[in-house]
């Protein structure tokens, strides 16, 4: 089983949203950095007094101002395009798999979670559960919170999920791999006045 198939259960994959954000951060720092070099005059004393954009560079942009414009104009176009798909892509809601067992059979993702959920709330030390199916229909998977009571083995309670409610899981939707992150929780009762 590949590595994404598997991440897919522990949490929506943020590699992207930091790749770019990373890029970013380290063209703004270059930028920076180049401003701090010239302005302290370490590229000459005279280079620090000149204007923040360069004559030369003014005057071969009026030379050649249509290329320039059609050149600034895509590139804006480009980060336009670049930006409104990084804001989507971001909001995107992620997916929970609808399962298609037979022609006429399609098990819903909320389906999949309320009986694994219920079916977690059998095991002996479990307070509540919650219960997510993520990922796709062909490679779904799923988040699991348990809130356990104090004094649970734990031992025990992993095992009796893994044992019994997943194996039942995969049973039932007919696939071997059933990826799944299990966060547990001490459950906690109502609280108490100290006298």
Not at 99 to 120: G, K
């Amino acid at each position: 089983m590949s590595r994404s198939v598997s991440a897919k259960a522990l949490g929506r994959s943020t590699g992207t949203e930091r790749t770019l954000t990373v890029l970013i951060g380290l063209l703004a720092l270059l930028g920076g950095a180049a401003v701090l070099v010239v302005g302290a005059g370490w590229l000459g004393t005279h280079r620090a007094g000149r204007p923040l954009v360069d004559p030369i560079a003014l005057d071969w942009l009026a030379r050649n101002a249509l290329p320039a414009r059609v050149g600034a104009l895509a590139l804006g176009v480009l980060l336009l395009w670049l930006g409104l798909w990084w804001f989507f892509r971001s909001l995107r809601p992620e997916g929970r798999p609808d399962l298609e067992l037979d022609e006429d059979l399609v098990v819903t993702s909320s389906a999949i979670s309320e009986a694994v959920r219920a079916d977690a709330e059998t095991v002996d030390g479990v307070a509540r559960a919650r219960v997510r199916a993520v990922g796709d229909s062909e490679h779904p998977a799923l988040r699991i919170t348990l809130w356990l009571t104090e004094g649970t083995d734990l031992k025990r309670v992993w095992a009796d999920l893994d044992r019994t409610v997943l194996a039942r899981a995969r049973e039932s939707l007919g696939i071997e791999v059933l990826p799944t992150a299990v966060r547990l929780e001490l459950d906690t009762g109502a609280p108490q006045r100290v006298r």
